[in-house]
C-alpha cells in the first residue's frame, strides 16, 4: 500500500473513506466519537497540504433507503468543532449536485458526503456507484479499517477508477501493529479470546495454532470447550454443533505444547436480569438450569497469573455479558490485568474496545483498533480486499506503460 505521504496532494480533491459509524442516543447526539478522533491524523496532514477533502463513509445500516436518523450531519459538526472548520455537509455522496459541490471547492474545503449505505450499491461493490464516486477525487485515500474486510463499493472498486490511491495512517497503523504482534511478536505470546459464539472466532482460532504459545478463553464460547471436556454447563449458551471442533482445537493445541486455559469458575443465575440472584461457583458445581454469564474471580485470578510473564497480548473479545454490572467483573478484571501487564498488547475492536473504554484504561493500552470484523479477518490469517485492492492499484499506478 502507498501511504497518503508518498503522494502529491497539493492543490488536488482528495478522497477520504473514513469510518464514522458511530454511536448515537435518541436525539442524534454522538455518544463515542473515537472513530472520529481515530482519523484525525490524516485528515488534518491533508488540510495541512493543501488538500481538498471530501470525506465519506456510512452509518448505521439503513438498507439502501434515505433515513434521517442515519444521516452524518450530527457528525459533520462534530468534525467541524474537532478540526476547528467549517464542514459543509452534502446531500448525496454521488450525484450532480455533489459533484458540482466538489469541482467548486477551494484548497483547504472540507466536504462530508451524505451515508454511502443510502445506496444499496455501496454494499455490492458495485462498479458504476464506484465510479461516480472516483470521478469526486483526483486522490483516493482508505482510511477505514474497520471495513476493509468487507467487499464494498468505497473500498474495493473504487480502486479500478480513481487516478491515484493510498492509504491513511490509521489504516497503516492498524496493519503495522498487527504484523508486530503476529509475524514477529516478542514471545510468550498469549491470545485472550471472548465472546458470544465459537463458530465466529473458528477459523481465529486454528490460524493461531501456528504463532501463539498460550490461549485464554472466556465469554460464552468458552462453554463449548467446556462441554468438550465433559463438564455440564445448565442452560448456558453452547454451539452444539462444534462441541467436536473445540475439543480438536484443544487437541491441536496440546500436540503443538500450546497452553489452553479454560475458565475454573463462573458466575451464574437462573435468567439474564439486573435482579436475578446470583451464584460464584466451581465449573464443576454449574446449577442444572442456570446460565454462565461471567468468569468468576478464581478465573480472573488464573489469567492473571497466565499472562503475567506475556511479551505480547492479543485480545478479542469480553469475558461475559459486561453491559450488565452484575456480570462484568470478569471483563473488567481482565482490562485491568491487560492494562497492568508490561506486553505489547493489541484491543480488537467492537465489544473488546467498549469495555476498555468502560473501564478507562485506554491510554494504558500499547493500541486499540478501530475494527472488529476486520481484526478478526486477519487474525483468522485472511488478506483484506480493501488492502488487496491497495496493492493491486499501487502496482498499477508503478507498472511501466
Not at 448505521?60 to 464542514?87: M, Q
Not at 456507484?129 to 485515500?141: G, N, P, Q, T
Not at 511479551?311 to 453491559?323: A, S
Amino acid at each position: 500500500m502507498k501511504s497518503i505521504k508518498k503522494i502529491t496532494i497539493s492543490g488536488k480533491k482528495v478522497l477520504v473513506r473514513v469510518d464514522f459509524n458511530v454511536p448515537m442516543d435518541g436525539h442524534q447526539n454522538i455518544t463515542d466519537d473515537s472513530r472520529i478522533q481515530a482519523v484525525l491524523p490524516t485528515l488534518k496532514y491533508a488540510l495541512d497540504h493543501n488538500a481538498k477533502l471530501i470525506i465519506a463513509s456510512h452509518l448505521n445500516r439503513p438498507h439502501g433507503k434515505v433515513l434521517p436518523e442515519f444521516s452524518l450531519a450530527p457528525v459533520a459538526k462534530r468534525l467541524g468543532r474537532l478540526l476547528e472548520k467549517d464542514v459543509k455537509m452534502a446531500p448525496d455522496c454521488i450525484g450532480p449536485n455533489v459533484k458540482a459541490l466538489a469541482s467548486g471547492m477551494k484548497t483547504g474545503d472540507v466536504l462530508l458526503l451524505e451515508n454511502l449505505r443510502f445506496h444499496l450499491e455501496e454494499q455490492k461493490n458495485d462498479d458504476a456507484f464506484a465510479k461516480e464516486l472516483a470521478s469526486l477525487c483526483d486522490v483516493y485515500i482508505n482510511d477505514a479499517f474497520a471495513v476493509s474486510h468487507r467487499v464494498n463499493a468505497s473500498v474495493v472498486a473504487v480502486t479500478k477508477h480513481a487516478p491515484l490511491s493510498g492509504a491513511g495512517f490509521l489504516l497503516l497503523n492498524e496493519i503495522a501493529y498487527f504484523k508486530q504482534a503476529i509475524d514477529d511478536p516478542q514471545r510468550p505470546l498469549v491470545a485472550v479470546i471472548g465472546g458470544s459464539k465459537v463458530s465466529g472466532k473458528l477459523k481465529a482460532l486454528g490460524s493461531m495454532l501456528e504463532r501463539v504459545d498460550k490461549f485464554i478463553i472466556g465469554g460464552a464460547m468458552a462453554n463449548t470447550f467446556l462441554k468438550s471436556r465433559g463438564y455440564a454447563v445448565g442452560k448456558s449458551k453452547t454451539e452444539e454443533d462444534l462441541v467436536e471442533a473445540a475439543g480438536l482445537i484443544m487437541k491441536k493445541a496440546a500436540e503443538r505444547g500450546i497452553k489452553f486455559y479454560l475458565p475454573v469458575d463462573a458466575v451464574v443465575a437462573r435468567r439474564f436480569d439486573p435482579k436475578a440472584e446470583i451464584k460464584t461457583v466451581p465449573m464443576q458445581e454449574i446449577p442444572l438450569n442456570w446460565m454462565i454469564l461471567d468468569i468468576g474471580p478464581a478465573t480472573s485470578l488464573l489469567y492473571s497469573e497466565a499472562m503475567y510473564d506475556a511479551k505480547t497480548i492479543i485480545w478479542n473479545g469480553p469475558m461475559g455479558v459486561f453491559e450488565m454490572d452484575a456480570f462484568s467483573r470478569g471483563t473488567m478484571a481482565m482490562v485491568h490485568n491487560i492494562a497492568n501487564s508490561y506486553a505489547l498488547t493489541i484491543v480488537g475492536g467492537g465489544d473488546t474496545d467498549v469495555a476498555v473504554h468502560k473501564a478507562r484504561e485506554t491510554d494504558r493500552m500499547t493500541y486499540i483498533s478501530t475494527g472488529g470484523g476486520a481484526f478478526l479477518s486477519l487474525l483468522e490469517g485472511r488478506i483484506l480486499p480493501a488492502v488487496a485492492a491497495l496493492d493491486e492499484a499501487e502496482e498499477k499506478q508503478t507498472r511501466p506503460l
